[in-house]
């Protein structure tokens, strides 16, 4: 039984991380603003994120970006804590997420 209030969740390897992965998830919108917030602002908590979308939803996307090796996800206390793994991804696709970042617009606030 895990010791947070939630079942633990799986990481992969950045080693088994393929870039379509990383592509695809970084294709969305909403998950590239993700990304960003946790780049501008550092590790932050599931509930903070302020998107105006669905909780459920939001647990989606981060779904998808713990699967595609983007972040990865932690109990501390009683937060579910939410941080990048870019140094991991440079390491593996230099510079692919900073370019994709860089050239897709962001994502305007309730937008």
């Known amino acids: ?3 947070g209030r939630w079942k ?3 990481h992969p390897d950045i080693a088994n ?3 379509d992965e990383v592509l695809h998830a ?8 993700i990304v960003r917030m946790l ?8 509930g903070t ?3 105006g979308i669905a909780p459920s939803t939001l647990s989606h996307h981060f779904k998808a970006l ?3 090796g983007l972040i990865r996800q932690f109990d501390s206390g009683r937060q579910r804590m939410n941080t990048t793994r870019l140094v991991e991804l440079d390491a593996k696709f230099p510079g692919l997420v ?11 606030p309730n937008g």
Do not use: H, K, W
């Not at 970084?26 to 603003?33: E, F, G, N, S, V």
């Open 49 to 51: 994120f302020g998107l």
């Open 98 to 108: 900073d370019s994709i970042l860089s050239l897709a617009e962001p994502e305007r």
């Open 8 to 10: 633990s969740v799986e």
């Open 17 to 19: 991380v393929q870039i």
């Open 66 to 68: 713990r699967n595609a």
């Open 1 to 3: 039984m895990p010791l």
């Open 39 to 46: 780049i501008e602002e550092g590790d932050r908590p599931c």
């Open 26 to 33: 970084l294709a969305d919108p909403t998950r590239r603003r």
